[in-house]
């Protein structure tokens, strides 16, 4: 089986300290499991623009105590843009994007979000 390269878009938070739930592109689902916006692996990226931190985590993540943060993407520079990756070799399609939630330090900032799915 093929897989596919799927570029997700950016996800932006609008007011910080409230985090926003990642936004999955129509079309995303693993075999057998329609409507589940599943892949197999994705890769998110701090936007070249930022000039604040950005945290990514799951339901419940708070910035300030870090709880339920997976990772803090730094402010990019010119020479790095931060990046997190995850993937899950054992499972075709076994990470689901839509329990992805980010928070950043500045509203109107946030992460640009790229995926595989197999």
């Known amino acids: 089986m093929a897989a596919s390269l799927v570029g997700c878009g ?3 938070v609008g007011t910080p300290g409230i985090p926003q739930q990642v ?3 129509a079309g995303i689902a693993g075999p057998g499991t329609p409507g589940l916006s599943t ?3 994705f890769v998110v990226s701090a936007l070249p623009g930022n000039t604040g931190k950005v945290y990514i985590g799951t339901a419940g993540l708070n910035k300030s105590t870090l709880a339920n943060t997976l990772v803090v993407l730094a402010v990019p520079t010119v020479n790095l843009i931060p990046t997190f990756s995850c993937s899950l ?3 075709a399609n076994a990470l689901s994007l839509s329990d992805l939630f980010i928070d950043a330090d500045v509203g109107g900032e946030g992460v640009l979000i790229s995926a595989v799915v197999a």
Request: net charge positive; hydrophobic share 60%.
């Open 39 to 41: 892949v197999h692996a």
């Open 89 to 91: 070799t054992a499972a």
């Open 10 to 12: 950016r996800t932006l």
């Open 23 to 25: 936004a999955v592109p």
